[in-house]
C-alpha cells in the first residue's frame, strides 16, 4: 500500500511537505494560467477535474450530475476517470451514497482530492473512491451520525451517544456490584456466605441504577442504531465497488473512534485504506487557487474546471487584483445522517479509563488486523 505508515520515513513527509508548501506559495504579481494549470492537472492523473465545496446535500447532488453531465455532453471532451477536489464538513448520508455512486457509476475511476477538511458525509464518499489523494493538511472524519436533539434548536449529537452511555452504565453497574460484594464478605469475616453477599450487593445496585436506567428511552435508542447501520451499509456497498477499502474499515469509522471531530490524516488513512498517495505540485496549486475562487461562496460550490476554466482564470485573476484573499477557516457545516458536525478545539482532551468497547474497536482495527496477518504468514 502506498505510503504504509510501517515503513514510512519522517523525512519524505518532511520533504512532501515542503513540496506542498511550495506548491501552495502564490506571486501576487504575476498572473495564473487556470487553463494551463487546469491540463496539466488533469493529464498527470487522465481525469476530468471536480471541485466541491460545502454541506452534501440534495442540492450538491444536483450540481455534481449537472456538471458531469456538461462535460460528457460535449463531443469529443472528457475522460474516463474524474478527479474529485472535496471540502466538507459533511451532511446527508443519503446524498453522500448517492453522488459516490453517480460517480462509480460514469466513471471507469474516481479519484477523490482532500485539499483540507472533509468529514463525516465527506467520508462516506471518500469511500466509495477508488484512489485516496492527502497531503500533510488533509483531514477525514469518523462516520458516526450526528442527530438533532430534542427540544433543543440547531443542537445536535453523535449517532453513538446512547450506546456509549449504555455502556458506561453497564461497566458502574457491575463495578457497583463487585464493590459492594467484596467489601460484605470482608467485612463479615466469611460470617456471610458468597450467595447471600451477591444477593445483598445486587439489590444495593439495583436500588442504585434502577433510576438512571429508566431514563433511557428504547425508542432513541432503536433509533441511533438504526441511523448507524444505514451509514454502515451505505459503506459498505461503496467500498465492495471501490476496493479501496473493507468491510473493518467502515466498521472502524463508525465505531472506532472516540469522538466525531477525532482527526483521520494521511498516516491514520494509510491504516484505512488501500491506495493512499500525495498530490503532484500543480493539483496543490490548483486547489490554493480553487479555494480563493469559491471563498465566501453561499451554499454548496461545485464546479467542472474542464468547462469553465477560462472564466476561472479570469476572476481569480480580477480577485488578486483587487484584494489578497485569505484562507478561509473551516465553517460549521453539516453532520453524517441529518447535519452538524461539531466544531474542534486546540484544548486536549483529558484520557479517560479505557473500556472493554475501547479495547475491542482496537482489536479490531485496521491496523491491528494488518499486523495479525503479518504474524500468522510470519508464523
Given amino acids: 500500500m502506498d505510503g504504509d505508515p510501517n515503513t514510512f520515513e519522517s523525512d519524505a513527509v518532511e520533504d512532501k511537505q515542503v513540496d506542498a508548501e511550495e506548491a501552495l506559495s502564490l506571486d501576487a504579481d504575476e498572473p495564473i494560467d487556470f487553463d494551463r494549470l487546469c491540463a496539466a492537472v488533469s493529464a498527470h492523473y487522465d481525469a476530468d477535474i471536480l471541485v466541491y465545496s460545502g454541506p452534501i446535500d440534495e442540492s450538491g447532488l444536483g450540481k455534481v450530475i449537472e456538471a458531469v453531465l456538461g462535460v460528457k455532453d460535449k463531443a469529443g471532451s472528457g475522460h474516463n476517470n474524474v478527479l474529485v477536489l472535496m471540502t466538507s ?8 451514497y448517492q453522488i459516490a455512486r453517480f ?13 483540507r477538511y472533509c468529514y463525516s458525509a465527506g467520508t462516506l464518499i471518500a469511500l466509495g473512491a477508488h484512489q485516496l489523494i492527502m497531503s500533510p493538511f488533509s483531514e477525514l472524519g469518523p462516520l458516526d451520525v450526528q442527530l438533532l436533539k430534542q427540544n433543543e434548536l440547531g443542537a445536535r449529537k453523535s449517532g453513538l451517544l446512547a450506546r456509549s452511555a449504555f455502556q ?8 457497583l456490584f463487585e464493590s459492594f460484594m467484596l467489601k460484605i464478605m470482608n467485612k463479615s469475616g466469611g460470617l456471610i456466605s458468597f450467595r447471600v453477599a451477591a444477593e445483598l450487593s445486587a439489590t444495593l445496585t439495583t436500588g442504585l441504577m434502577s433510576p438512571i436506567y429508566a431514563k433511557m428511552d428504547p425508542d432513541v435508542i432503536g433509533s441511533d442504531q438504526r441511523d448507524l447501520a444505514v451509514a454502515f451499509h451505505y459503506g459498505v456497498r461503496l467500498v ?12 472502524y469509522l463508525i465505531n472506532g473512534y472516540p469522538a466525531h471531530d477525532f482527526v483521520i490524516d494521511y498516516r491514520e488513512a494509510c491504516d484505512l485504506f488501500k491506495e493512499v498517495t500525495f498530490p503532484s505540485n500543480e493539483l496543490m496549486m490548483l486547489s490554493a487557487l480553487c479555494d480563493k475562487l469559491h471563498a465566501g461562496a453561499d451554499g454548496t460550490y461545485v464546479a467542472a474546471l474542464s468547462n469553465n476554466s477560462a472564466e476561472f482564470e479570469e476572476d481569480f485573476n480580477a480577485k488578486r487584483q483587487d484584494e489578497d484573499v485569505a484562507p478561509t477557516e473551516a465553517p460549521q457545516g453539516e453532520g453524517l445522517g441529518e447535519g452538524g458536525d ?4 486546540d484544548t486536549p482532551r483529558a484520557a479517560g479509563p479505557k473500556r472493554e468497547s475501547d479495547a475491542s474497536n482496537a482489536a479490531h482495527s485496521p491496523r491491528a488486523r494488518r ?8 508464523a
Avoid: C, H
Fill in 89 to 96: 464538513n459533511g451532511g446527508s448520508a443519503n446524498s453522500a
Fill in 103 to 115: 460517480l462509480q457509476t460514469i466513471y471507469k475511476k474516481f479519484i477523490l482530492f482532500a485539499p
Fill in 168 to 175: 458506561a452504565l453497564s461497566d458502574s453497574s457491575f463495578e
Fill in 240 to 251: 465492495e465497488d471501490s476496493g479501496n477499502a473493507d468491510i473493518g474499515t467502515v466498521y
Fill in 342 to 345: 461539531s466544531v474542534r478545539t
Fill in 371 to 378: 499486523a495479525g496477518g503479518k504474524q500468522n504468514s510470519s
